[in-house]
């Protein structure tokens, strides 16, 4: 059958907008000086340079000083959790069991290091956050608190503002994960409570490889390795092709609250039909997270007796571009973090595939989905086993 091909994989990366393919490649046509030069090209570029700092500031409503270019998320958020070690004299962060792997991995190690605690929070049922554990880890011993604006799995949000007044009553700081927020519903750095917050363009329609760390005006945060760029903040010649890329998919993000509206209502209608088409078409179907809030785009789910990888050679087959969990992870034997936290088995959450929908996703790719994906999967399904017999376990291959 000659199917389309489409992407539902939004929360993984999305494609560079148009204005951000034209920037990076005018940038690397003519504004290819080093920022820090003081001949008129390098004058040039640093000019660039501080119009898209101004840009991207005016989009996530902060200052432009207070933007600190990075290679993306991960880089950034790694300033912000090994700055917190021994900021203030505190060597205790409390950190969300929610949160994307690579800040998993960096707590733990330096919860390896003598004299530091990581508490970590756990999650609900429904994907969202523990408050009572909350409450009970953010004393006057923490540094830092970080936590994700959206979870990148399940899309569900977390109590931004609630955990913004339990660490500044404790004396703590807040950092805040945005990177999947942003792009998907607005984010105001000015008013969210938060102190240092972490973010990828590519996640927004910019270009792999730059981020920023923003970091609160006033805070005197430590760079991850020393240099003269960035404030002192960031070490390194600022990749000025990305830096452009990011302010250009930043700028299209400067939406009126009307459109804003209108294009997370778009995505949540798009969300629904496919939620409720599944479950109608399907025996079995478990919506991970339904019950919290969550982002727009974003739908988790297992279907009992089956294994992600089916679901995806099912969608593949159909022309459709999912996963299993997040980019970084799926394809893997390893249940999700996530899911684990949440109380699912190891079986159930090997069961689970991701459909993230973009702001420009149409409704016929909801639809080629619907009519087309219940009619692969049914065969797959395990049959009712007859007396003295055992059923195929859920979510594995039998």
């Not at 733990?108 to 756990?122: C, E, I, N, S």
């Not at 005197?220 to 990011?246: H, Y």
Request: proline fraction near 7%; glycine fraction near 10%.
């Amino acid at each position: 059958m000659d199917t389309p091909a489409i992407y539902l994989d939004h929360n993984a990366t999305t494609a560079p907008l148009p204005a951000v393919v034209t920037a990076v490649t005018q940038a690397l046509q003519s504004l290819w000086a080093n920022p820090s030069s003081q001949h008129a090209p390098g004058q040039a570029a640093r000019q660039a340079l501080m119009q898209a700092r101004a840009t991207v500031a005016r989009t996530l409503h902060c200052k432009p000083a207070e933007v600190v270019f990075t290679s993306g998320a991960t880089e950034a958020g790694a300033m912000a959790l090994r700055g917190a070690v021994g900021f203030n004299g505190r060597q205790v962060i409390v950190v969300s069991e929610a949160e994307h792997s690579s800040a998993r991995k960096l707590a733990k190690a330096l919860a390896a290091q003598p004299g530091v605690t990581v508490r970590w929070v756990g999650l609900m049922p429904d994907g969202s956050l523990d408050a009572v554990q909350a409450r009970e880890f953010i004393r006057d011993d923490v540094s830092l608190v970080s936590v994700m604006a959206a979870n990148n799995e399940t899309g569900a949000l977390m109590p931004i503002g609630e955990l913004a007044r339990l660490a500044h009553a404790a004396g703590a700081l807040l950092h805040v994960d945005a990177t999947q927020q942003i792009g998907k519903l607005p984010f105001d750095f000015a008013a969210c409570g938060a102190d240092l917050v972490s973010l990828s363009a590519h996640k927004f329609g910019g270009p792999k490889g730059v981020g920023a760390l923003l970091v609160r005006q006033g805070l005197n945060w430590p760079a991850l390795w020393p240099g003269s760029q960035e404030r002192g903040r960031r070490g390194g010649t600022e990749n000025l092709p990305g830096v452009l890329g990011m302010a250009a998919a930043a700028e299209a993000l400067q939406l009126s609250p009307e459109a804003w509206l209108q294009r997370a209502a778009h995505m949540a209608r798009l969300r629904d039909q496919l939620e409720q088409g599944l479950v109608q078409a399907l025996p079995g179907v478990h919506i991970l997270g339904e019950h919290t809030a969550r982002l727009p785009n974003t739908t988790l789910l297992r279907i009992e007796g089956l294994h992600a990888e089916q679901v995806l050679n099912a969608l593949a087959q159909l022309g459709i571009a999912a996963s299993s969990g997040a980019a970084c992870s799926s394809g893997g034997n390893e249940p999700s973090h996530v899911l684990t936290a949440m109380g699912l088995s190891r079986d159930e959450a090997l069961g689970a595939v991701r459909l993230s929908l973009g702001p420009d996703t149409p409704a016929r790719d909801i639809q080629h989905l619907l009519q087309h994906l219940p009619a692969r999967l049914r065969p797959l399904l395990p049959t009712p086993s007859a007396p003295g017999h055992e059923a195929t376990t859920p979510g594995v291959f039998a």
